[in-house]
């Protein structure tokens, strides 16, 4: 089955202490990206990578890290995470544009609450 | 930059109607298009899929419509249920891999 997997679903820590939330997809997409999502303000983009070793900044991209040494994970880093952090986090994925596998797809979300 | 827009921004049915759900993006060059709902709290489900090619696709109660030439969709809904309750999301897949999302229309749907 195709799919985007993220963990931990839920998560809560406290302010600085380092954590990562991995994010694995079986569908040899190139493109995966990261987005948080607050009430009122939708889902924004956090950072993006076309492919390995290769990563961008998206909107959001303050306080944290990404990696892509595999084509299928794509790990969400925050190094000294703080309140302003807590939201709903969806690791996401996307076939080759205007390909045959051209599709959209959202890991389960990761609820993340930084104390 | 793709820009969204959902209308209505909210939706509230007693149970039966069937739901006409509108969207619009301004860049027409797009590959497809993809519906998602959402539950409150909850992970973003896709609903329906529709290539380019296509001018509709349909799942169960559920048929999408795509105009590309003037840049819309419509997601009907059919006899709607209460478990329909969620906001409804769509995506145009263009070029520019970046998602542009809309507000969303959220349904509520009375029993």
């Known amino acids: 089955e195709a799919q985007v997997t993220q963990n931990p679903r839920y998560l809560i820590t406290v302010t600085g202490k380092k954590l990562t939330v991995t994010c694995s997809q079986n569908?040899?997409?190139?493109?995966m990206s990261w987005y948080r999502q607050d009430p009122g303000l939708g889902l924004r983009q956090i950072y993006y990578?076309?492919?390995?070793?290769?990563?961008d900044k998206g909107d959001v991209p303050e306080g944290y890290k990404v990696s892509r040494k595999e084509k299928r994970n794509f790990p969400l880093i925050l190094e000294s995470p703080s309140p302003n952090q807590t939201s709903l986090y969806f690791c996401?994925?996307?076939?080759?544009?205007?390909?045959?596998?051209?599709?959209?797809?959202f890991g389960p979300g990761t609820r993340l609450t930084v104390l | 930059k793709q820009e969204v827009t959902q209308i209505p921004a909210a939706l509230s049915v007693p149970e039966g109607e069937n739901l006409v759900l509108n969207c619009s993006f301004t860049?027409?060059?797009?590959?497809?298009l993809q519906w998602f709902r959402q539950d409150p709290g909850k992970g973003l489900t896709s609903l329906l899929l529709?290539?380019?090619?296509?001018r509709e696709q349909t799942s169960g109660r559920l048929n999408a419509s795509l105009d590309k030439s003037s840049g819309r969709s419509t997601l009907y809904i059919a006899a709607s249920q209460p478990g329909d309750s969620a906001t409804y999301l769509c995506?145009?897949?263009?070029?520019?891999?970046?998602?542009?999302f809309g507000a969303g229309t959220t349904v509520t749907v009375r029993a």
């Open positions: 529709i290539q380019s090619s296509q």
């Open positions: 990578s076309m492919n390995v070793e290769v990563t």
């Open positions: 996401a994925s996307r076939g080759l544009a205007g390909g045959s596998g051209d599709e959209q797809f």
């Open positions: 995506v145009p897949l263009g070029n520019d891999y970046k998602l542009s």
């Open positions: 860049d027409s060059a797009i590959y497809n």
């Open positions: 569908m040899n997409h190139e493109y």
